[in-house]
């Protein structure tokens, strides 16, 4: 009798274990089941937004290269007639097409390396809440003249620790102008957006972003030209006078666009440049995918 009870004991005890191991690879079953299908969800979603962004960039290059958007400028007939969207804009300020964020800085709007323009620098660098605009200014061009001479607040050789600093040339990149002596790290990740190697040299203020107006215009005037700009009127006015400033956009566009799907996003831009005497109307160049460094 005794024998009997401990048998259906230990035979219950083994019940119980098996039990237990067969509940253990179930439960792992299912949730391998459950991350393959959240992975299978993600690069779903992933692949949706990044169609969408490739489906975006085609309309817009295919309205830039066939309209009069990249002669005439965002005004509201002709971004009518190349089925945009009424928000379209040059100055780098975000809209929407088919879901899709998208920005276009015409490079006018941006200040360059060549030709250099010390006002535009200083003007960019005080945008880019530097303590001291003009010194960042001398000091960049004390690293491109090939002299030692210093300008008032600039830097040679002497005033650098590491040899080689400055150059006394052109930058060889842009990411180069992060060494100079004043440069922080923060206020280089505001300024390098607004930068391009080789552009217009003095910055032209209809391409400007809204937050540089100020400094280009004074507050009051700048107010009006944000009204304009949200209006969808051409602006025409030059820069501290009425001589005419050029509203058409140049042949180079930096474009930016990016697109969320659920918890999947997908990023890139790059450079349209429109040819002259080219086989082709136009060229994408400097192409980035992704959400690193990828902002001009």
């Known amino acids: 009798m005794q024998a009997a009870v401990k048998q259906r004991g230990v035979a219950l005890i083994l019940v119980l274990m098996l039990t237990g191991v067969l509940s253990a ?16 969800e993600q690069i779903s979603s992933y692949i949706t937004a990044q169609l969408k962004v490739v489906s975006a ?13 990249w002669f005439y400028g ?24 088919d879901e899709v964020q998208v920005r276009i800085t015409d490079s006018s709007g941006m200040v360059s390396l060549l ?3 010390p006002e535009s620098w200083s003007t960019v660098f005080k945008y880019a809440g530097a303590a001291d605009p003009q010194r960042l200014t ?6 491109i003249d090939p002299d030692d001479f210093i300008h008032l607040n600039g830097a040679e050789r002497f005033e650098y620790k590491q040899d ?54 004074g507050e ?53 440049v429109r040819g002259v005497g080219t086989p082709e109307f136009s060229y994408i160049t400097a192409y980035r995918s992704g959400y690193g460094d990828s902002e001009f």
Request: net charge neutral; hydrophobic share 35%; no cysteine.
């Open 164 to 217: 080689g600093w400055p150059r006394n040339d052109i930058p060889q990149s842009i990411d180069e102008i992060a060494m100079l002596r004043s440069m922080t790290p923060q206020l280089w990740q505001r300024v390098k957006k607004h930068i391009v190697y080789i552009g217009a040299g003095r910055l032209n203020p209809v391409f400007a972003p809204d937050g540089m107006l100020p400094l280009l215009y």
């Open 115 to 117: 030709p250099f323009e």
């Open 138 to 143: 001398d000091e960049l061009a004390d690293w």
């Open 220 to 272: 009051e005037r700048a107010e009006m030209k944000r009204s304009e700009r949200q209006q969808g009127e051409v602006q025409s006015e030059a820069l501290g006078g009425g001589t005419g400033s050029e509203p058409y956009p140049s042949r180079n566009l930096y474009i930016q666009l990016s697109s969320r799907n659920e918890q999947a996003a997908y990023k890139e831009s790059f450079l349209l």
């Open 74 to 97: 965002s005004q509201p007939n002709v971004i009518t007639q190349a089925g945009m969207p009424p928000e379209f804009n040059f100055y780098g300020s975000q809209f929407t097409l």
């Open 25 to 40: 690879v179930v439960i792992l079953q299912q949730y391998r089941l459950k991350h393959r299908l959240q992975q299978a």
């Open 57 to 69: 960039r085609e309309q817009l290059v295919y309205a830039l290269s066939t309209s009069g958007l």
